[in-house]
């Protein structure tokens, strides 16, 4: 990542969020050598992926900003297109895997393509015209990002639809883009352990859509999950 933003033409930085882990992950963040790319540690104690890109999205004043999921799943030559799309005006980019011009290399199991496609249903309710809510490889306008964030509300795996429903709720567009997507070991979602807690949090979305005004200032405190869910 440091490698492939050092030959980005403006100054960039990295931000890695540090979400209760037990590895080695904030030492070898702390230890990272110095160069023209900054690497920072922001940590974030409540669980939830949700909670974790809140924190790193809050975490910094640049123009733009954008998150990935640290396994680089999604090829980075995305970046290119992505931040060129913001530079010409767009405030929302996201990869999507379901674009025509994607490549994808799937190695999940019947059952979790049959949740995925679920998922992607009951997503395309509340953020219409989005083919692909959950690929982890999204950029925004900086104030825009900050914005959404504030009202974050989801801490687990459906963060990304409360997101851009927050973004499209602001008036801004999706664009998405092909990506280069390869399955990656490791993944800690069980669609056994947690299907339950996704469809719970896409109806708590809804609720909150619903319930809160179109306009208006931003929130800026945390609410933190009304159920036991397991959040990796």
């Known amino acids: 990542m440091c490698a492939k933003l050092a030959r980005?033409?403006?100054?960039?930085?990295?931000?890695?969020?540090?979400?209760?882990?037990?590895d080695r992950t904030a030492e070898i963040v702390r230890g990272w050598p110095r160069g023209s790319v900054?690497?920072?540690l922001v940590r974030c104690a409540i669980p939830g992926k949700g909670a974790a890109v809140r924190a790193g999205l809050l975490g910094t004043s640049a123009p733009f900003v954008g998150f990935c999921d640290a396994d680089m799943a999604t090829d980075l030559d995305a970046i290119d297109v992505a931040l060129g799309l913001l530079l010409s005006g767009e405030r929302v980019v996201i990869g999507s895997r379901a674009h025509r011009g994607s490549h994808v290399e799937n190695r999940h199991s019947k059952v979790r393509e049959l949740g995925a496609f679920g998922f992607r249903a009951l997503a395309g309710a509340l953020v219409r015209g989005v083919s692909d809510t959950q690929c982890g490889f999204k950029f925004f306008d900086g104030v825009l990002a900050r914005e959404?964030?504030?009202?974050?509300?989801?801490?687990?795996?459906?963060?990304?639809?409360?997101?851009?429903?927050?973004?499209?709720e602001g008036g801004s567009a999706v664009r998405e883009i092909p990506v280069r997507w390869r399955d990656m070991p490791g993944s800690r979602f069980s669609p056994a352990r947690h299907s339950l807690g996704i469809v719970l949090?896409?109806?708590?979305?809804?609720?909150?859509?619903?319930?809160?005004?179109r306009s208006g200032a931003a929130h800026t405190s945390w609410e933190p999950p009304l159920d036991p869910v397991g959040y990796p």
């Open 201 to 213: 949090e896409l109806g708590r979305i809804w609720l909150r859509l619903r319930a809160q005004p």
């Open 148 to 168: 959404s964030a504030a009202r974050l509300r989801t801490p687990g795996f459906a963060f990304d639809v409360e997101l851009l429903a927050r973004c499209v």
């Open 8 to 22: 980005m033409p403006f100054p960039t930085s990295v931000i890695v969020v540090d979400n209760n882990s037990t």
């Open 38 to 40: 900054p690497v920072r």
